[in-house]
């Protein structure tokens, strides 16, 4: 039986494919007020500059590939049962290979009618579809009459498959993080349901403030750390 993998990502796995990270210097936040234009709040308040927001990030996504350390991620599933739970909303792991994908906070390529995937439909994505690269306005209505609106986890909205993410690490043999500052709540919590004896390796090139004696920090960029990564564990398994 193959061990159980759970790869935890963030912005920084994507970096290295053009895609700009959110809170380090020259990061999205540094231009963009995230409560105008990625909060439920600002949804309401001005759905055009929301809607406007996402369709650059969906243009810029087009222009991008995923890169060694996507491709490397993929690739276990050769070898291991691999779930990768991430916080970005690109399909650059999609685009990679891997098969098994928990996106906490949506996905920038899809939509939905505003009134729906909330507590009154249980979260079913049913009436979710993909738009892929194309521009949503206001206007655009979904076939219940109702705007569509990005597929994303504004602020301020409940981050649904967080009981699944929860399972899935809390079930894992191995958990590696990739390109995550650890700092976004409640997802930065995730790796402590992992078991007690279970090894955490994180790959992230600045220092990580966590002392857990299970954690072994790489301190490399992804595409690099990857390769790292997989050297540690060929020789673990040897």
């Known amino acids: 039986m193959k061990k159980k993998i759970a790869v935890l990502t963030g912005a920084g796995v994507s ?3 053009g895609l700009g990270t959110y809170r380090d210097n020259g990061g999205l936040w540094d231009s963009y007020d995230p409560m105008e234009v990625a909060s439920i709040e600002g949804w309401y308040r001005n759905r055009s500059l929301v809607l406007d927001f996402y369709n650059d990030q969906r243009r810029k996504l087009s222009q991008c590939r995923p890169n060694d350390a996507h491709r490397a991620i993929a690739a276990l599933e050769d070898t291991y049962d691999v779930t990768v739970i991430t916080q970005n909303v690109d399909n650059l792991h999609e685009r990679a290979g891997s098969t098994r994908i928990i996106h906490l906070h949506g996905e920038v390529t899809k939509v939905r009618p505003e009134n729906c995937f909330n507590d ?5 994505e049913a009436t979710v ?3 892929g690269y194309d521009e949503v306005h206001v206007g655009d209505k979904a076939p219940n009459g109702h705007q569509l609106r990005p597929h994303i986890v504004f602020f301020g909205e409940a981050v649904p498959k967080m009981s ?3 399972d899935v690490v809390g079930d894992a043999d191995i958990i590696l993080i990739v390109g995550t500052s650890l700092s976004v709540y409640p997802a930065a919590g995730l790796y402590r349901y992992a078991g007690y004896d279970v090894p955490i390796y994180i790959i992230d090139p600045a220092d990580v403030p966590l002392r857990d004696k299970r954690i072994t920090h790489i301190m490399e960029t992804a595409t690099a750390g990857m390769k790292t990564f997989l050297q540690m564990i060929s020789k673990d398994t040897q």
């Open 15 to 17: 970096a290295e494919s």
């Open 120 to 124: 009154g439909d249980g979260f079913s």
């Open 129 to 131: 579809f993909d738009v």
């Open 164 to 166: 699944r993410a929860i």
